[in-house]
């Protein structure tokens, strides 16, 4: 991605223990937050939803923040701390073709990003956009080649907690003493640690981590891990550790040992800006002193590993890039094209475009594919690939079309059937936690598909305080 300078290694502390979260200082060389541009297309041309379901809610983590021209914007902001920055983890993206015309389904119009309005005359850079009347053929004079990362892009902000410079440093005494408390002397008082840690925002959570090392000379991880256990541990862990942090942690799990746990893998990478990715990167390192390119090399193979090199590697178009429909056609036949058969497919170029174009685009594709083969580009990947490979490339599809409904179906998933996969729910949960906003929107989605809320299933497939842990986040 260009402009985006990389993220850290230089502006982290010096590597801590084995296993522990690093120490972000204050300064850290993160971009400033930058905005889109440009006015929206006309509503229900290529690529806009069906009337019916959801708003296609914005990329989470990591919705752009439009608008022109670009401006800086400090983390958190201060009429509202504890609040994820405009346009970021489940804020609407901006409106281009495949948006929902402005003020539909409860948002407001001109919200989260709508562009403020035009003068007369006024339009957009010199030539106009990509594919505008009167602009050179994508290619041509200057202009990008087709599927490259457009000049004008505007990179996309990292997700909330994703960089030190939305983490400032906040008053948590009451909170550390809390926590102190409630595991200090004999017995631990379970519920005030539950109350205590699963409300706070990421930049809330760094403060009460950093302030209780500070004040008890000791880390809140360790002394948590020694007085509760079980996946109650696990969820409390995963809480204290914030949420880029608790990425790095969960990639490292699924590879460590034997076998690979691939679900795991798509959950955290799939559909991620490529500020988080770079992010991830480097926490990862910083962890764990080995790079996660060369991890994910070690464990996955042939066409897989092609693809998850394609994902980290950190060059998915951003958000700012538009929907241009002689583009979205040529994806299309091209998608066709590599389909083939079962036998004579060709699965790095499918990969290639799913994991190099933005939300927006692909839900173009996804629509424009069903409108010209009357066939949905999911159910050609389930009949032409299998086991990982089918499940991520028909993830990246469901996220790009309604992120909130892929998430309640994730959610479901994990408790559907014979026995509850615990730890796969806990983590999905917590990852959705950390926007309040972003959150009741996939309660929503829950209950629109499966006829009852959320909170009354995590009641039922769990028990103690397992069970008030996750209740609590939902809440």
Request: hydrophobic fraction near 30%.
């Amino acid at each position: 991605m260009s402009g985006y300078p990389q993220y850290p290694p230089q502006g982290h502390s010096p590597q801590p223990p084995y296993g522990q979260p690093p120490q972000h200082p204050q300064g850290s060389p993160y971009p400033p937050q930058q905005q889109g541009y440009g006015p929206p297309p006309p509503q229900g041309q290529y690529g806009a939803p069906p009337p019916q379901g959801y708003p296609p809610p914005g990329q989470y983590p990591g919705s752009p923040a439009p608008g022109y021209p670009p401006q800086q914007q400090q983390y958190p902001p201060p009429q509202q701390y504890g609040q994820p920055p405009p346009g970021q983890y489940g804020a609407p993206p901006p409106q281009q073709y495949g948006q929902p015309p402005a003020g539909q389904y409860g948002a407001p119009p001109q919200q989260y990003g709508a562009p403020p309005p035009q003068p007369y005359g006024q339009q957009y850079p010199p030539q106009g956009p990509p594919g505008a009347y009167g602009a050179p053929p994508p290619g041509q004079y200057g202009q990008p080649a087709y599927g490259a990362q457009a000049p004008y892009a505007v990179p996309t902000p990292p997700t909330f907690g994703y960089a030190p410079s939305q983490l400032p440093q906040v008053p948590s005494d009451a909170e550390v003493t809390a926590i102190e408390k409630a595991m200090k002397g004999f017995g631990t008082n379970e519920k005030e640690l539950i109350r205590v840690l699963s409300k706070p925002d990421p930049a809330k959570m760094n403060s009460i981590r950093l302030q209780y090392s500070a004040k008890y000379k000791k880390d809140l991880v360790t002394e948590i891990r020694k007085e509760v256990s079980g996946y109650f541990e696990q969820g409390l862990v995963a809480l204290v550790w914030g949420p880029l942090t608790h990425d790095a942690n969960m990639l490292y799990s699924a590879m460590k040992g034997l076998g690979t746990k691939e679900t795991v893998l798509d959950d955290v990478l799939l559909c991620r800006s490529n500020a988080d990715i770079k992010a991830i990167k480097a926490e990862y390192q910083t962890l764990f002193h080995r790079t996660l390119e060369a991890d994910l090399r070690g464990d996955l193979s042939g066409a897989t590993e092609q693809m998850y090199m394609m994902v980290v590697a950190a060059t998915r178009n951003e958000d700012s890039v538009p929907v241009i429909p002689q583009e979205i056609d040529r994806d299309i036949a091209e998608l066709q094209r590599s389909l083939g058969s079962t036998v004579n497919k060709d699965p790095v170029q499918f990969c290639h475009i799913l994991t190099n174009r933005n939300d927006n685009q692909l839900r173009a594709i996804a629509q424009g594919y069903h409108k010209k083969y009357q066939k949905t580009l999911d159910s050609m990947i389930k009949s032409r690939f299998s086991g990982h490979m089918e499940d991520a490339l028909c993830l990246i599809i469901a996220r790009s079309l309604d992120r909130a409904a892929s998430d309640a179906a994730q959610l479901e998933a994990t408790m559907a059937g014979m026995g509850t996969k615990d730890k796969l729910l806990i983590d999905r949960v917590v990852r959705i936690h950390w926007n309040r906003q972003y959150m009741n929107q996939v309660e929503a989605a829950f209950q629109a598909k499966y006829k009852k809320t959320l909170i009354n299933r995590i009641k039922g497939e769990t028990r103690g305080d397992q069970e008030r842990l996750l209740v609590a986040c939902v809440e």
